[in-house]
């Protein structure tokens, strides 16, 4: 019996789907339509029928690069990063540490994305690390401003969130299959490497697209961390909407990257479901 | 494999240490500490623009709590009832509504409010016969509310559904054998079941929006919320009310999120408790 009627069903959902239309299917057609317009002479939206916005987005390849570049690796330094700590929450530790530990991990990715940032400009700024560096004799850097301070500030903003997912990844992993090589003589690395990780593969590629796809739509750290010299898509995107005020071409770049994410997603599926072992699956 | 775990941990925390560290520090020079002193908080606290984004910023992840965790709970009761098709629907909309950058949900809420803003009010005005349009709504708390709420309600939608596969068939059967409507089930059986996962969707909708940053710096107009106002105050330059502020911002994340984990931990352990 189910716990409403369908015409009950339905009354719950209305308010839902108003959401939905007002929030996520207006805007995203806006957009798509805005994406065909022209920019109006003193900025905004004209309305047109034109693929020239599309064609312009060629000018802006560099923040498509640049995007890739450190998203790509990003994911990958979190995942790297993240694997011993997550196999280690997941498999060596046991008891109500396991979810403390857990609970330690996630709780950055909870609190302010604006302060966690603005800590890492405090400390690569110039009166934080280079101050300390100099004062001990290593001499002058600049550490801000640059590739490497983005990339710092983005393994350390979603380093919490790739370690979640990879829990869950291990966690799946039978420890009967663990015990079941050492019983036939494997040592612990030789297990993790030809059992754990392979049965955990599915999760860490599904791991690293989420922490991708989160990236590819970061503006903040390299707008603070890269100062301007590292330019995502995000960047791109917030230039055209509030400084040169061409609507059209901006939208043109969302929907871009929207697609470029959804092609993202859907080959992690593929890959996924290529390196999923089907005898295991739960 | 625990050493490395360790040094983690301290990349984690390091950081965000060193913010609240410099945040109780006497010096106005921000590079070194000399002494306790809460004289920053006082400052920032008796900013008027800095009071203004903290107050916004409560207002909106108030609201939208609060509707995020009603009409997805709504959305979660109502999807066991629809067809399959239907409930695929709905549930894909707002899984696209989680999984999309909040920069595009951002500028596509800008251009849809933008326009809908001077849609409305041209034809407010034509309709009444009114020469110049009128302001019905603007950019501030209503579409950063909105914009949130998006994101949020998808989340709560996605926990009460977990909490509802936990429902028990025998429970809805043995409440209709003993005379009780569908309505009376619902609100004295379901709705008490699910109370724990509504709760944790609202202070994790609190969190998520409190904390919120590129959404709202897209449509929050001339009315920023806190993230928006931090960040405009670091490109002016670093001074020590920002970590003060900061601070204010990180303790109370953290404060709701213990209270998020002593909740879920209460609710595993009474869940482990009916199994065994």
């Known amino acids: ?214 990236l590819s739509g970061e503006y903040l750290i390299p707008m603070l961390l890269g100062g301007g010299k590292v330019y995502f898509i995000g960047n791109a995107i917030v230039d055209l909407f509030l400084q040169s005020r061409n609507w059209p071409l901006g939208s043109a770049i969302a929907i871009t990257l929207v697609l470029m994410l959804t092609l993202a997603a859907t080959l992690s599926q593929i890959a996924q479901r290529a390196t999923t072992h089907a005898d295991r699956a739960d | 494999m625990r050493i490395f775990t360790l040094l983690v941990f301290l990349f984690l925390y390091i950081p965000v240490t060193v913010i609240v560290l410099f945040s109780f520090n006497e010096a106005a020079n921000v590079s070194v500490l000399t002494g306790l002193s809460l004289k920053w908080y006082v400052k920032a606290f008796a900013s008027p623009l800095a009071m203004n984004a903290l107050t916004n910023s409560l207002t909106i992840a108030l609201c939208t709590a609060v509707i995020s965790s009603l009409l997805g709970s709504a959305v979660a009761l109502g999807l066991s009832g629809v067809s399959p098709r239907a409930r695929m629907i709905v549930q894909a909309m707002f899984m696209i509504g989680l999984a999309i950058p909040g920069i595009v949900i951002g500028l596509a809420s800008l251009v849809f409010f933008s326009a809908a803003i001077s849609g409305s009010e041209s034809l407010v005005a034509f309709l009444n016969g009114w020469p110049k349009p009128v302001k019905l709504f603007s950019f501030g708390k209503p579409t950063v509310i909105a914009a949130h709420s998006l994101f949020c309600t998808a989340l709560v939608v996605e926990i009460v559904l977990l909490r509802l596969r936990q429902v028990n068939r025998g429970w809805l059967e043995a409440s209709a054998d003993l005379y009780a409507t569908r309505g009376e089930t619902l609100y004295r059986i379901v709705l008490p079941f699910i109370a724990p996962a509504m709760l944790v969707g609202a202070l994790l909708s609190f969190v998520l929006s409190f904390d919120e940053f590129i959404i709202a710096f897209f449509v929050s107009g001339p009315n920023p919320t806190l993230p928006v106002y931090m960040f405009a105050s670091v490109k002016r330059g670093i001074t020590p009310e920002l970590n003060a502020i900061a601070t204010t911002v990180l303790s109370m994340s953290v404060f709701v999120s213990v209270i998020v984990f002593l909740v879920v931990n209460q609710g595993l352990r009474r869940g482990t408790a009916a199994a065994a």
């Open chain 1, 1 to 214: 019996m189910p716990i409403l009627s369908t015409k009950a069903a339905r009354w719950m959902l209305l308010p839902g789907c108003a959401l939905l239309a007002i929030t996520l299917v207006g805007p995203l057609l806006t957009t798509l339509v805005f994406s065909l317009g022209e920019r109006a002479a003193n900025g905004g939206y004209q309305p047109a029928l034109t693929l020239t916005n599309f064609i312009d987005i060629a000018t802006r390849s560099s923040a498509y690069l640049s995007t890739l570049k450190l998203a790509g690796l990003g994911a990958a330094a979190c995942a790297l990063v993240g694997m011993p700590v997550a196999y280690f929450i997941a498999k060596r530790l046991t008891g109500p540490w396991r979810f403390i530990m857990l609970f330690l991990v996630v709780l950055p990715f909870f609190t302010s994305f604006v302060a966690r940032t603005y800590a890492w400009y405090f400390i690569l700024g110039g009166r934080g690390l280079p101050a300390l560096l100099d004062w001990m004799g290593f001499g002058r850097f600049r550490l801000l401003n640059s590739e490497p301070a983005v990339f710092a500030g983005v393994v350390y903003a979603y380093l919490p969130i790739m370690i979640l997912t990879l829990f869950i990844a291990f966690d799946r992993v039978g420890n009967d299959l663990i015990e079941a090589s050492y019983d036939l003589g494997r040592g612990r690395i030789e297990t993790v490497f030809s059992v754990v990780l392979p049965l955990a593969l599915p999760g860490i590629i599904s791991g690293y697209t989420l922490v991708f796809m989160l």
